[in-house]
């Protein structure tokens, strides 16, 4: 598993196309962070990382695809899938070993916005004078959240040999997990049960991680939901022997 999750690593960041997806997003949530007015932190008139929290979903919901495209996609296309599933591996640890390479390079992309976190803080007035213990949730959430897209990702990949096929599944697929739900909910179809199907979307437990208190039924369930995802990747690897 190790050997393959390195692998996973040194094929993105082996070509130029790795630098340039992190460098999009990085440069994509400064746009809305500190450049844009509706969202920039600087026209808040407080410090709050708010709009940097409400905007990286949206971004992930391409960066996380565009990172496990290739996971079994490229394998299918280039036929060396089969040779991968012939070394002493289960199918369960090949799939863990891609996903949790794909989970990684979310954290990896992640990393560079704690300097947002440091600037706001050093802005603060007076210094530090913002919510530390909802950002460390926020951070938490976006984390777990990106765990799920990695999940839901690689999902998308193993359906296809198609790389642009599986981007576009994925994205589709992130984007009702993650608002889906919550949209059906707001519905006046379903009165009293509305809460309880709000409850089932992701964008209601990343948000709840949000408000700095960091409950363990909404980690569970972000990573159970990255659960269910793997399971159904391998499941899908297993079909071969139906």
């Known amino acids: 598993m190790w050997t393959i999750f390195k692998k996973e690593l040194n094929s993105f960041f082996g070509s130029l196309v790795g630098y340039l997806v992190i460098s999009i997003f990085l440069a994509g949530v400064w746009l809305f962070v500190w450049l844009f007015p509706d969202t920039s ?6 410090a709050s990382m708010d709009g940097f ?17 290739r996971a079994f ?3 299918k296309r280039n036929g060396t899938l089969e040779w991968l599933l012939t070394k002493p591996l289960s199918d369960l640890e090949i799939v863990l070993a891609k996903y949790f ?3 990684a390079l979310t954290g990896i992309a992640l990393l560079p916005t704690l300097v947002y976190y440091y600037s706001v803080y050093e802005l603060g007035s007076p210094k530090g004078n913002i919510d530390t213990a909802a950002v460390v949730g926020s951070y938490v959430g976006l984390f777990l959240l990106g765990g799920v897209f990695a999940a839901i990702g690689v999902f998308a990949s193993s359906l ?18 993650y608002f ?12 009293d049960s509305a809460v309880i199907l709000a409850q089932l979307g992701l964008d209601y437990h990343y948000s709840a991680l949000g408000r700095g208190l960091i409950d363990s039924r909404n980690v569970l369930y972000l990573l159970s939901a990255a659960l269910i995802f793997n399971y159904l990747t391998w499941l899908v690897l297993r079909s071969r022997k139906w």
Do not use: K
């Not at 296809?160 to 997990?177: E, G, N, P, R």
């Open 53 to 69: 929290f409400n905007t990286v979903p949206f971004v992930f919901l391409f960066l996380v695809p565009a990172i496990c495209m």
């Open 41 to 46: 932190i600087l026209s808040y008139g407080y």
């Open 180 to 191: 889906g739900l919550g949209a059906v909910a707001s519905l006046d179809l379903w009165s």
């Open 160 to 177: 296809t040999d198609s790389q642009i096929v599986a981007f576009i599944l994925a994205v589709f697929f992130c984007f009702v997990a």
């Open 101 to 103: 390479a794909a989970w």
């Open 73 to 75: 996609a490229e394998e």
